[in-house]
């Protein structure tokens, strides 16, 4: 910290093999794509910042990777938002309408009011259609025989053409394009310039990267993470899958069930299942009521504790 | 700033005139809406907010208009966000688009995820189809004549037919809501509830209330400005349109213009417009080259000032 | 979603427990406190503004308590987002420069730029004086001796009479009040409009309730979460210390390694946790490297789980 | 926007004066600085950034020069978002309370927790004391007397060294780092890493820049402008003195009079004036009331437009 230095040259800091895959179009979905245009910060530039909080004492007593990993794993954020990356990405407009939502990001959109939208629009191949989840209300499920799927994708071709075809009949005739394009399909392909920070990126790969994800933006997610940041920030990734997108929470509830399982106490492990209301049985039916949070917590024991528990019988 | 009243209750701050009208829908387009459902502050928690800053010895010296103003006119911005209001807004997708790119306000929007998608499109009457405008690239002017727009409406309406059938053929196929919803056009109504503040809220209407706004998105705009923001904060409202909505911004440059209009002397005001290369000459027509800022500034000067000039003739 | 009863009329939202302390200091430190000013929302809101996601469908399906937990479990910020609350807090400029550092909340602080500074500094009582933990190079743990703590409080005193007298002499002799204060001690009061919704108070109290908080901001947001939280939104607050507050976090290693330990298989855990590097010996001292990662997780096993474990004896 | 060229490498952005002082200390007060850490785009990345908005057409229509000025011009401020700046600063923590009330960036700041505090507060010289304004409650006009200046500049030294004694002590004693650290004099410096757009930036600047801003913020900001933006964004910074820093803004009804006053119709003037309450008199004094918005006109006209107005006297 001392002040006398007044000159000390810096050189930009660089992440090599993110240098070498600059303005790359990684494809995705049918016509999409995610590029790199430029960045600030890398791995050390993380650890630079961290340093400034801690003084410089602390040179000697970490290393780097160890330092990251700490941070990540105690949510210290700022250093990871010392570091910023600017996408070039072309994707559908109902997959942007899902990424528009994380707020915390700078973008730049192509405009259709502007210029002539993009004459294209994303098609669904007939084995690509998914079958509403039964589960879960908002997900997918399986697909649709390639019979049906071929039909749907029939269908798709025949309104996306005459979507298109009225649009450019609009322009034709003078109408406005801020005007003409309001019957666009969803599926219409934008492109923007999105600049977002380490830390909220890692919230969007947290979230959208996530099994529960639509499947398009989670195929956009998957590239950003596997084929961007992890050329880019190579240890702070590792970080994040083990911390985070790889990590467990337990609610409190659920850490005491858990410790009375380790010591092999299904009594106890009942007593508190059963003070959380997970044991509650419908006197109608003689069955336990539904409750999702037990349910929850049964998947997290048998998928990733590979502990699976049969509450009513033990 | 005594600190010995440790029991003064309070109730909660209320506008009345915008309770009045809560919960009630402002009809929007041809099938939206806005209505208020709920809000924070007033007029008077303005002046409360700004009050803390200055502490009590300012009571005697403002009263609360001649604050609100002067909070307003030199955009001191944290006695405004003091204020939050709570919307419900029944919007087409594309307009939605629009609205938000505001990121600085709260927002759940209905999930054509989890839900089906809400039954209703914008549509355009025969004389409502508006010409793309020659001099603005991205605004339109005027509107087309009423045969050809007949013909534009039923086109709308048969695009917009099929849209929905092909939806509700792939959901009855089975498709989940997530993708079947891909093809629908931007002109599908969407619902929301959207929370900002009134400083982030005053930021909006200025720029979508402004005449370069698109006419949809101005709509709803102008009845949160009038219908809305009138009633809930009237003093802040006024204060609004007269710095901010109706005010005008100059240069530097057009500042000197200007100042060499009001003495009458016009020699000084074209060495001015000179300089800043607005009199530059294009040689192989013998007229002024294309210059936008000169174009702005003369326009101010003849809207706004009501003092138009010709600069090639004085 | 009808959109035909255009004249719903509403009234706002209120949460009756907290209306009762509407206005009321909470005392904090020796001279602080916090105070309800107004609020937006509750329990109920919560409910409302997820449903406006999940359409009129869900009504009949979740009871509130059980969707607010839902969406607390899983992280849907947004409808926490849409209940605000505005304090009036009072509160050493110490702890304000770390309260001051979440970025999500609007502020109106007290200006000794306009007014002549608060005339009150956070005073430490004689075994009020921590000691500097040796275990946490940023925490304290346990205070210092009484008799060496009144010499401490003795200084203290001393150091603020200075303080005072100086800037009392320098606006006596017409130094302005913006640089009266420059070495005004970190410890005088200042007092502050601080409004934020709902989820940022959540991470705001998830951080500054937690035992690695200074004991200083550590109070305010106990008062704020038990006093005032608990009245406003108890149901989002229960959720909150069960999910968040009270919840544990676990690295995809340290799963592994539960997994293990819930079949009583040690030797697999050893095998999980010498892959993470958590077993390495010094050959030097043929004692295990120091490892923050495994020493942590020691704790959670010990604290959290009451599973204690020695890795080198079995 | 053609999707077939998968690879076209990229270089990164660079602006070369810049470079050349990147890392170098500015020195600001007595023993602050600024100094560039890193930097992300250029003037040419507004541009580019705009271009993706409006489509590979507009290439030859503008240049560049004349975009970012329009862009600029049009508070059009995404492109300018999309340039990120990261400053490593040392300064009084007085003067870091201001800065940080700008939300939008992101800051590492030296921890006095973990550290001991940077030995080293502002010194104010005997000729730097600033009067308090008697026309501007919250600022500062002309200095204190040299001899004065003198005696307030020993009692500061006596202050700082009492603080810093203390805080050596109770260190010394082994009070927490956290604690010892409640009574230093806000002049104590800090130092940070600080993070922000290009546009957050200016917004910065026209605040911190403006006369009316405290003596040392102004200082820092007129060096990370006039030293900093200047050599890294040339075009848009001349852009943001021309636009803004030197713009003028006029309330609707100033620009009523201003209309009047360009015609010679003083009458006019005077009516407009007349109908906002500029010219009430008081009946008592017979002299116009005291109107604050009125006198900031009057000082626009003299100052920007030289054209001074008695409005009595007419």
């Not at 309001?182 to 599926?187: I, M, Q």
């Given at each position: 910290m001392d002040n006398h230095d007044i000159a000390i040259a810096l050189t930009r800091d660089s992440a090599p093999d993110l240098d070498s895959v600059l303005g790359m179009k990684f494809p995705c979905l049918d016509d999409g794509f995610v590029r790199v245009i430029d960045y600030l910060g890398s791995d050390s530039s993380i650890v630079q910042a961290a340093r400034i909080s801690y003084g410089a004492g602390t040179r000697a007593v970490h290393e780097d990777r160890g330092l990251i990993r700490y941070l990540l794993r105690h949510r210290h954020t700022t250093p990871f938002e010392m570091c910023e990356i600017k996408l070039h990405v072309r994707v559908p407009m109902d997959t942007w309408r899902q990424w528009i939502r994380h707020r915390t990001a700078n973008v730049n959109e192509y405009s259709t009011r502007y210029s002539v939208a993009i004459d294209a629009a994303q098609r669904t191949g007939a084995d690509e259609w998914r079958l509403q989840s039964a589960a879960n209300r908002q997900g997918s499920s399986g697909t649709i025989d390639r019979e049906t799927g071929t039909v749907l994708s029939q269908r798709e071709i025949q309104l996306q053409h005459l979507a298109r075809e009225v649009y450019d009949e609009r322009l034709k005739l003078g109408v406005s394009r801020e005007q003409a394009r309001?019957?666009?399909?969803?599926?219409t392909y934008t492109e923007a310039y999105w600049k977002v920070d380490l830390w909220n990126l890692m919230h969007f790969l947290q979230v959208r990267m996530d099994?529960?994800?639509q499947a398009e933006i989670r195929e956009y997610a998957g590239i950003i993470g596997h084929e961007i940041v992890a050329k880019w920030v190579p240890i702070a990734w590792q970080a994040f899958l083990d911390y985070h997108f790889n990590g467990l929470h337990l609610s409190s509830g659920e850490v005491a069930v858990v410790a009375s399982l380790l010591t092999g106490d299904f009594v106890g492990a009942r007593k508190q299942a059963a003070q959380m209301g997970w044991?509650?049985?419908?006197?109608?039916?003689n069955q336990l009521r539904r409750n999702r949070e037990r349910d929850e917590f049964l998947e997290k024991l048998a998928d990733r504790f590979s502990f699976p528990v049969n509450w009513l019988s033990e």
């Open positions: 309001k019957d666009l399909p969803l599926s099994t529960h994800a044991l509650d049985v419908n006197p109608d039916s």
